[in-house]
């Protein structure tokens, strides 16, 4: 099976603009996460997707919004960009599966520099 | 609110010293206990998912096992390909008794094995 694709995989935005990043899941996969990495706070939950449905969201500011297709692929949005929010944007997909069948797996990321 | 801890921040190993890593967590329900391995510039790859204390897995040169407050990651004989950064992250059930997608992660342990 293809893994989690993400694009592109690198952006340069200045402050102000905003920016799409676009995530497709592993085939048959339905959930999708996003999380934002940093070097100074690691790896922080954004939110997540589940038939075309916002179930879960991180403590972000509303600028930061995501979207699922009936696909399940899945955009996020960051309006108004700023400085700090420069960093490597990783898409997570997992079944909506049992017990045993509840692990995400990771895209390579979108790197996003903001100037 | 649900917390990860890895300790050490660095290791620095020798080829075939064998060592291990502490994740210490603590939330609420535990729905699951994922460790990841991260190269530089990649998404983080899954390695194991630990479900109820008590439990071992073992994937080559390395075993996780878990127990009600920490988990523990063991390297057997490092070679230098074992090098990267290290991720614990927990899922927690919700209140409802539900599971989404939400991974709380550590800030990771640097590994280095040198030759």
């Known amino acids: 099976k293809a893994g989690v694709t993400q694009t592109p995989r690198y952006l340069i935005k200045t402050r102000g603009q905003q920016v799409t990043l676009s995530c497709s899941p592993i085939s048959g996969h339905r959930s999708v996460s996003w999380y934002q990495q940093t070097p100074g706070q690691g790896l922080q939950f954004l939110f997540e997707?589940?038939?075309?449905?916002?179930?879960n969201k991180g403590n972000f500011p509303g600028r930061f919004s995501g979207r699922q297709f009936s696909n399940s692929r899945s955009e996020m949005n960051v309006s108004t960009l700023e400085l700090g929010d420069s960093a490597l944007y990783l898409c997570?997909?997992?079944?909506?599966?049992?017990?045993?069948?509840?692990?995400?797996?990771f895209g390579p990321g979108t790197r996003l520099t903001v100037l | 609110e649900d917390q990860v801890t890895q300790s050490p921040e660095a290791l620095r190993l020798q080829e075939g010293e064998s060592s291990s890593l502490n994740c210490s967590y603590t939330?609420?329900?535990?729905?699951?206990l994922f460790w990841y391995r991260q190269d530089p510039g990649k998404g983080p790859e899954f390695l194991f998912t630990?479900?109820?204390a008590g439990e071992e897995k073992e994937k080559e040169r390395l075993k996780a096992t878990l127990t009600k407050k920490e988990s523990f990651l063991h390297i057997t004989a490092p070679k230098p390909e074992d090098s990267a950064t290290y991720l614990c992250?927990?899922?927690?059930?919700?209140?409802?008794?539900?599971?989404?997608?939400?991974?709380?992660f550590g800030q990771g342990t640097i590994l280095t094995v040198h030759p």
């Open positions: 997570a997909s997992k079944t909506r599966g049992d017990l045993n069948t509840d692990t995400q797996y």
């Open positions: 630990l479900y109820s």
């Open positions: 939330v609420s329900g535990l729905r699951g």
């Open positions: 997707y589940f038939s075309e449905t916002q179930r």
């Open positions: 992250a927990v899922q927690a059930f919700n209140a409802g008794g539900t599971s989404y997608g939400k991974l709380t």
